[in-house]
């Protein structure tokens, strides 16, 4: 079993030609509202990729949450420790994706931050239950803190997206299996500027000595960078015209989460992923873009390198 604690939005998304500048107002192309949230789509496509998948979340009492805990059960997410707050609504992200396939997001968290510590004991069934722990910053860092705390406590292997970007404390750093953040949220984690392989490899080796024991800094279309203590990685990644990046990084890491639960070794996990997140960019959508594993199994892309 593998368990994620994060988010749950309904993602709002407008397709656009260009991104709009400050105080210009442009007409849209299409309109969809599409499940989404970093948690959802992390154990989304856990469950498409044919892993066993719960989640740990709050949503709003209100359609939008009704809507995405639907969602998730259809593609067999166990949404049993989904709690709803009856005094927020549920989280919502607003969307434009323009015609390069480039996206730009404003997240409004709603119950997402409604989630405490005390949610998380009267859930640690769930965490007892998942070898393997995944969580991301869209619910309250705290929160965050005291489930990686118990996976740690628990003997689980934990994972760690930090989006969106943020400085954590050394006490969470410490709690953490598998860090995987792109080239900014490295940077703010490590508090390096980064504009090359060699600096990437320098910042992760920053939180390496803070108990991390091992990065994936993802690269977009450059592919993504392994480093441990001892070793470091490129792995290239596909080239595929990309329709739309949301929920690329999250693809990627489900993919990385239910290839090392079924055992893989590192290496074939994140090609795995890598396969997974080219996929993702082919469609549209968050959770509607995901892959399942027989389109996985069928990919026949070409690396970029």
Same mark, same amino acid.
């Not at 069934?125 to 869209?138: D, N, S």
């Given at each position: 079993?593998?368990?994620?604690l994060?988010s749950?939005?309904m993602?709002?998304?407008?397709?656009?030609?260009?991104?709009p500048r400050i105080g210009e107002?442009?007409?849209?192309?299409?309109?969809?509202?599409?499940p989404?949230?970093?948690?959802a789509?992390?154990?989304?496509?856990?469950?498409k990729?044919?892993?066993?998948?719960?989640?740990?979340?709050m949503?709003?009492?209100d359609s939008?949450?009704?809507?995405?805990?639907e969602?998730l059960?259809?593609?067999r997410v166990?949404?049993r /420790?989904?709690?709803?707050?009856?005094?927020?609504p549920?989280?919502?992200a607003m969307i434009?994706?323009n015609?390069e396939?480039?996206?730009s997001?404003?997240?409004?968290?709603g119950?997402?931050? =409604?989630?405490?510590?005390?949610?998380?004991?009267?859930?640690?069934?769930?965490?007892?239950?998942?070898?393997?722990v995944?969580?991301q910053l869209?619910?309250p860092i705290?929160?965050?803190? /005291?489930?990686?705390?118990?996976?740690?406590?628990l003997?689980?292997?934990?994972?760690?997206?930090?989006?969106?970007?943020a400085?954590?404390?050394?006490?969470?750093?410490?709690?953490?299996d598998?860090?995987?953040?792109?080239e900014?949220e490295?940077e703010?984690?490590?508090g390096?500027?980064?504009?090359s392989?060699?600096?990437?490899?320098?910042a992760?080796?920053?939180?390496?000595?803070?108990?991390?024991?091992?990065?994936?800094?993802t690269?977009?279309?450059?592919g993504s960078?392994y480093?441990? !203590?001892?070793?470091?990685?490129?792995?290239?990644?596909y080239?595929v015209?990309?329709v739309d990046?949301?929920?690329?990084?999250?693809s990627?890491?489900? !993919?990385?989460?239910?290839a090392?639960w079924q055992? =893989?070794?590192?290496e074939e996990?994140?090609?795995?992923?890598?396969?997974?997140g080219?996929?993702?960019?082919?469609?549209? !959508?968050?959770?509607?873009?995901?892959?399942?594993?027989?389109?996985?199994?069928?990919?026949?892309?070409?690396?970029?390198?």
């Amino acid at each position: 079993m593998i368990t994620v604690l994060g988010s749950l939005n309904m993602d709002l998304v407008a397709n656009v030609r260009v991104m709009p500048r400050i105080g210009e107002t442009l007409i849209g192309n299409a309109y969809k509202q599409v499940p989404g949230g970093k948690g959802a789509n992390q154990a989304d496509a856990i469950a498409k990729l044919g892993g066993k998948v719960q989640i740990i979340g709050m949503v709003g009492d209100d359609s939008f949450g009704r809507d995405l805990k639907e969602s998730l059960n259809r593609d067999r997410v166990d949404v049993r /420790y989904i709690k709803t707050d009856r005094n927020t609504p549920t989280g919502i992200a607003m969307i434009m994706v323009n015609d390069e396939g480039d996206n730009s997001i404003v997240v409004v968290p709603g119950a997402n931050f =409604k989630l405490t510590p005390k949610d998380i004991d009267d859930s640690l069934e769930a965490i007892e239950e998942g070898e393997i722990v995944v969580a991301q910053l869209e619910t309250p860092i705290d929160t965050v803190r /005291y489930t990686l705390k118990k996976a740690k406590e628990l003997g689980k292997y934990s994972i760690l997206n930090p989006a969106p970007a943020a400085r954590l404390d050394d006490e969470l750093i410490g709690y953490i299996d598998l860090l995987i953040p792109n080239e900014t949220e490295l940077e703010v984690l490590s508090g390096k500027a980064i504009e090359s392989e060699l600096d990437i490899i320098s910042a992760a080796k920053i939180l390496i000595d803070k108990g991390v024991k091992e990065l994936i800094v993802t690269m977009g279309d450059k592919g993504s960078l392994y480093i441990n !203590g001892n070793e470091s990685r490129i792995y290239p990644a596909y080239r595929v015209k990309p329709v739309d990046t949301t929920a690329a990084g999250d693809s990627f890491i489900g !993919g990385i989460a239910v290839a090392l639960w079924q055992g =893989k070794t590192m290496e074939e996990s994140i090609q795995f992923a890598t396969k997974v997140g080219a996929l993702t960019v082919t469609k549209e !959508g968050a959770q509607s873009s995901l892959p399942t594993l027989k389109e996985v199994e069928d990919f026949k892309g070409l690396n970029q390198g």
